[in-house]
C-alpha cells in the first residue's frame, strides 16, 4: 500500500444527507481510516448525537466527563481539549458525539454566531500540530443548526447516495441549503464529491440510480462504487472500521479505492 499525497491544506468535507441510513457515517469512518493507512492525518467530527463515527473508531463517547463536540460548541472548549487519538490508527483522530449534542440543536439558537461555531473551533493551528490534512464531519441526519455548522467549517461537501429507492429524494433540499449557505455564510461551499453506496450488482435498479445520479453530479461522483456487504454493517460492532475488521474484503477494498480516488484527484 502507498503512501497518498498530501493535500496543501487542509482539506475539510462536510459529510451530509438529511436521509438517514444512506451511508454517510460509515463513508465518512471508512474514507477516514483508508486515508490514515495510507500515511494521511485525519479527523472525524462526529456532529451526530448517536455517536456512531465515535463508536467505528472505538472511542468510548459514553464515558463519564469526557470533553466532547458539544462542549466545543456551546462552551468554546479548544479542539484540542476534545481531540482524541483512535486505538486503531495513530494518524486517525476524532471528536466524539455524546447524546447531550441532541440539545444543541435547540440551544445554539440564542448563541452569539450560532452558525460559526464549529468554524471558530477548529483551530487551524491544533490541526496544523497533529498534522491534520483530511477533516470529516459526520452530520446528523437534519438540515438544522449542526449541519449548517458543518457547512459553515467546510470547503467541500461530501453527499453519500444509496443506490436504493429514492435515492434522489431530498436532494434537491439539501443542494438548495447548501446555495444559501454559500451565498450567505460561506461562499467557498461546494459540493465536490458524491459517493455511491450500498450498491447491489445483483438488482438492475442499482444500476438504474447509479446511472442517474452520474447524469445528475457528473465528473464528482466517485467511479468507486461501494458495495453492499454484511461486513461493511458488523465492524462498527467491534468499534473498527471495515479496514481494520476486514483488511482484504470487498468493502474493504473498495473504500480504500474511494480514498485514494478523493486524495488524488485536484484538490477543487
Ligand atoms: P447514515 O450515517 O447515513 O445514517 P450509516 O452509515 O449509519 O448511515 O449506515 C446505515 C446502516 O447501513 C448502518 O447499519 C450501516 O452499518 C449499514 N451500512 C452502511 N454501508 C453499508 C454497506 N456498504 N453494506 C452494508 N451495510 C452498510
Ligand atoms: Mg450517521
Known amino acids: 500500500a502507498g503512501q497518498l499525497p498530501r493535500p496543501p491544506h487542509t482539506r475539510i468535507l462536510t459529510v451530509a444527507n438529511q436521509k438517514g441510513g444512506v451511508g454517510k457515517t460509515t463513508t465518512a469512518v471508512n474514507l477516514a481510516a483508508g486515508l490514515a493507512l495510507r500515511g494521511l492525518g485525519v479527523l ?159 438488482t438492475k435498479l442499482a444500476d438504474q440510480v447509479a446511472e442517474e445520479v452520474r447524469r445528475h453530479f457528473g465528473e464528482k461522483v466517485l467511479s468507486t462504487i461501494i458495495p453492499r456487504s454484511v461486513k461493511v454493517s458488523e465492524a462498527p460492532g467491534f468499534g473498527m472500521t471495515i479496514i481494520e475488521y476486514d483488511p482484504g474484503s470487498r468493502g474493504s477494498m473498495s473504500y480504500l479505492d474511494a480514498a485514494r480516488e478523493l486524495a488524488v484527484r485536484a484538490v477543487s
Open 44 to 202: 472525524v467530527i462526529d456532529l451526530d448525537p448517536q455517536g456512531n463515527a465515535s463508536t467505528a473508531l472505538g472511542i468510548d463517547h459514553r464515558a463519564e466527563g469526557i470533553n466532547s463536540v458539544y462542549e466545543m460548541l456551546l462552551d468554546e472548549v479548544p479542539l484540542r481539549d476534545a481531540i482524541q487519538n483512535s486505538p486503531n490508527h495513530d494518524r486517525l483522530y476524532c471528536v466524539p458525539a455524546t447524546l447531550d449534542l441532541a440539545g444543541a440543536e435547540i440551544e445554539l439558537v440564542s448563541l452569539v454566531a450560532r452558525e460559526n461555531r464549529l468554524r471558530n473551533a477548529l483551530q487551524e493551528e491544533t490541526l496544523n500540530e497533529y498534522g491534520i490534512d483530511y477533516v470529516f464531519i459526520d452530520c446528523p441526519p437534519s438540515l438544522g443548526l449542526l449541519t449548517v455548522n458543518a457547512m459553515v467549517a467546510a470547503r467541500e461537501v461530501l453527499i453519500p447516495i444509496q443506490c436504493e429507492y429514492y435515492a434522489l429524494e431530498g436532494v434537491g433540499q439539501l443542494l438548495r441549503n447548501i446555495e444559501l449557505v454559500q451565498a450567505h455564510l460561506n461562499p467557498a461551499l461546494h459540493v465536490s464529491t458524491v459517493v455511491l453506496t450500498m450498491y447491489d450488482g445483483r
